[in-house]
């Protein structure tokens, strides 16, 4: 429907570019700085840029909020979307899966890893309770889930998922600062590779920061963003080892 | 405002946690730490470092290695001092540049050594000492800004970046800033050295670190005429040594809880309860205000149906740190605001649980933290949940307000997300500072029910852990759902029975001062 379509932002009105920025500049507030901010505005593509805030943050700062309207468009049909193509199951019928078309149960490891130590994002997948009312992995009969913790060491996490003979290993990164998640991420595959078991696992990351997208370049199978269930994990897992015949019947 | 609490069941509560803290007070009357030798050394004026390699760390090391470490790391280096007519320092440099064994020496018979060992640390005495009484001076003239007391954290991982952000804070109106530690740092077994521009997450604690801030909002603080708190984490497997480069630094107040690193850091529950008592000791000496971490429980747990286990902690914590000679105006004793915010009437359980603690612990500042795990990345309803915290807090009296930042879950603060908090609450605190002076619970309503209902459990709870005991609860996953062994994390190879001649000259001297009064308690 919108192949080959050109939009623009909208505010009330279709194509008038409409956009709300808001930025600190590390200037004391005052008419250069206003001016700076406008400035700066109209170099992002913002057209008759109105800075309708200005205030100071101290220590010779001040936060800005500018309306503009964007010239820039973008044509629908140069886009490439890669979305992880999930057919959801629920937790009974994902058991079911596993125990009709594997056979026995998986082994699922996860970790925090790196210096991250948040494990909101993990936890919210593994964990028995789970989160918002979706049980976590380690409710499901049919998985083994061995939830490693946070600020694990990339090297022992392949250690441990050669012992426990994973068939999925789930990664997380919540905090990261400096993109110092992406090196960490891709060492992980790394490791993997010269252990020779890449191939024999499901690699999953999984975090606010990740998407499917950045998953597939570091190598990844799949990656699940901010408000993933355990159950479309899940389903992820087993389908995919049964497609690629893993450990299957 | 005020909520009907079975004051029967409270004092039970209390009187079950006395029991749980008393008995983890025998285990560590008898037992010390790598990290407590350390941080006597510390305390003596061992603060270089060779080759980064901290000289504390190079002493304990080796007295440990040659299972020598009994009698204390101060009887060794006193020995030194006594016999070569050294200095502390001068004694650590030797032994690190391996031109001094402490173990060849002639040795004094150690009773014999204490009065020396005494005298030893009165200069690292005197200068927490004199930090406390300074802390006093300046809090006199500068006056602190009106309760609760608005914390940021700053988290560059760079002092040098820190700074600037953190006087920006002050200036925008925070009273209290924590310089977030490096992710990681909890579980180095040393503190490293010197000014530090690289971390992730945060910046290294470190003594030139705390002493660069320090400087810092002192400058700032002068110029705002408002005196501007200092926090750092003293927890993980240096949590005394923390402790005693913020006591020598002038920190005002410090994040400690072995809890917190038990569950949350897998750190053995011995060596951490073992450390967290000096730490504690130290902390309480120094007029430092110490934060425990319950809020943490319910970043894993259901805020709503594991509340109570908040509560017990609480008392835990509060008997623990009287035990250490801490006041009730130093236990920050944390909670947080961490319940779905699409609940039905989840504010009104979110007040009902802040109220009874404000109520449980009257004379406790309280550490109230804002919303963490429903933070979606939706910055426009993330500044709400924000709102109704910052409400919550000025409605129930909260004493320490660890503000929301509405980029939650997306990175570490940016300066504009700070500024954006301290405006909120700000507005709120003030636009709404009496409304608990003129609003009453209504009896047998949904915040009273929810609150006797809470306290009940909480009651079940400390009895069940008396009946046990601390660590066997912990073995059971008693609290945030999390399960240690006794034997298990990182740690316990640290922790030493301590000889019949044992010494920590500070611990003893603290305990003695705390136990005649501090002056400003």
Redesign the interface.
């Known amino acids: 429907m919108t192949e080959g379509k050109i939009i623009k932002a909208y505010g009330d009105a279709l194509d008038d570019g409409a956009v709300q920025v808001s930025f600190t500049l590390p200037l004391a507030a005052g008419p250069q700085a206003k001016a700076a901010a406008a400035s700066l505005a109209e170099s992002m593509g913002l057209d008759q840029a109105e800075v309708v805030h200005m205030a100071s943050q101290g220590a010779g700062f001040s936060f800005f909020v500018v309306y503009g309207h964007c010239h820039h468009q973008v044509d629908l049909s140069t886009l490439q979307v890669t979305e992880l193509e999930l057919e959801e199951m629920d937790f009974y019928e994902i058991n079911d899966y596993i125990r009709d078309n594997v056979g026995r149960k998986l082994n699922v490891v996860a970790a925090c890893t790196g210096t991250d130590a948040h494990t909101v994002g993990i936890d919210a997948i593994m964990n028995m309770k789970g989160y918002n009312g979706e049980y976590g992995l380690e409710r499901y009969p049919w998985i083994n889930a061995y939830n490693l913790g946070s600020q694990v060491d990339n090297t022992f996490l392949v250690a441990e998922a050669r012992r426990l003979q994973a068939d999925a290993i789930l990664v997380s990164q919540v905090v990261t600062q400096r993109d110092v998640h992406i090196p960490n991420l891709t060492r992980l595959v790394e490791l993997l590779e010269a252990e020779g078991i890449r191939n024999s696992v499901v690699l999953v990351a999984g975090g606010p920061r990740i998407s499917h997208q950045l998953a597939l370049e570091l190598g990844y199978d799949a990656g699940f963003g901010a408000g993933t269930t355990p159950r479309q994990v899940a389903s992820y897992i087993s389908r995919e080892m049964v497609a690629r015949k893993l450990g299957s019947l | 405002m005020k909520l009907q609490l079975d004051a029967v069941l409270v004092k039970e509560c209390r009187d079950a946690a006395r029991q749980i803290a008393d008995e983890v007070q025998v285990f560590i009357g008898s037992r010390s730490t790598e990290s407590v030798e350390r941080t006597v050394l510390r305390l003596l004026g061992v603060n270089d470092a060779l080759d980064d390699v901290p000289m504390a760390n190079i002493i304990v090391d080796s007295l440990a290695a040659r299972g020598e470490l009994g009698l204390g790391a101060a009887y060794w280096l006193g020995n030194a001092c006594k016999q070569l007519n050294l200095s502390p320092q001068m004694a650590a440099a030797k032994v690190a540049a391996g031109e001094l064994d402490l173990l060849a020496l002639p040795r004094i018979e150690p009773a014999g050594l204490r009065p020396f060992l005494q005298e030893l640390a009165q200069p690292g005495l005197q200068r927490i000492a004199d930090n406390r009484r300074q802390r006093q001076r300046l809090q006199l003239k500068l006056k602190m800004g009106p309760s609760p007391l608005l914390y940021v954290i700053v ?1 560059t ?1 760079d002092i040098m970046q820190d700074v ?1 952000q953190a ?6 109106g925070a009273d209290i800033i924590a310089v977030i530690r ?3 740092q ?2 180095l077994d040393y503190v490293p050295h010197g000014a530090t521009r690289e971390g ?2 945060g910046t290294y604690a470190t003594q030139e670190n705390f002493r660069i801030m320090r400087k810092a909002l002192d400058e700032t603080g002068e110029k705002l005429g408002r005196y501007i708190m200092l926090v750092n984490y003293c927890s993980g497997l240096c949590m005394p040594e923390i402790a005693a480069l913020g006591a020598l630094e002038r920190l005002d107040m410090m994040l400690n809880d072995a809890l917190y690193g038990i569950l ?3 750190i053995n529950m011995q060596r951490t309860l073992i450390d967290q008592n000096f730490s504690r000791v130290i902390n309480a000496f120094a007029g430092i205000i110490i934060n425990s971490g319950e809020d943490n429980y319910l ?4 805020a709503v149906a594991e509340a109570h286990t908040v509560t017990a902690s609480q008392f835990i914590n509060e008997q623990l740190a009287l035990a250490a000679g801490l006041s009730p105006w130093q236990m920050g004793l944390g909670h947080a605001f961490e319940i ?1 915010p699409d609940m039905e009437d989840g504010l009104l359980l979110e007040i009902a649980q802040a109220q009874m603690a404000r109520q449980l612990f009257p004379d406790a500042p309280l550490k109230y933290m804002p919303p ?2 429903h933070m ?2 939706d910055i426009f309803k993330g500044y709400l949940h924000n709102s109704l915290f910052n409400l919550t807090s000025v409605l129930t009296g909260q004493g320490i307000h660890l503000l929301g930042m509405l980029t939650e ?4 603060p ?3 997300d700070r ?2 908090a301290i ?1 909120n609450a700000r507005y709120i605190m003030n636009n709404a500072r009496h409304l608990r002076e003129e609003l009453e619970i209504v009896p047998d309503g949904r915040m009273q029910k929810r609150a006797s209902e809470v306290l009940a459990k909480a009651a079940d709870l400390l009895s069940q852990v008396a009946g046990i005991g601390l660590f066997t609860a912990l073995e059971r996953g008693m609290f945030a ?1 999390v399960k240690r062994s006794r034997e298990g994390g990182k740690g316990l190879l640290g922790v030493f029975m301590q000889a019949a001649e044992y010494y920590n000259p500070f611990l003893d001297n603290m305990k003695a001062k705390l136990d005649r009064g501090m002056e400003n308690d």
């Open positions: 988290a991982g600037p006087q920006a804070a002050a200036e925008q490096t992710t990681g909890s579980l992730f997450g949350f850091r897998d970043t894993t747990a259901d779905n963490t795990k979606t990345g879950a997306i990175h570490t940016f300066i504009q500024y954006l405006e759902d």
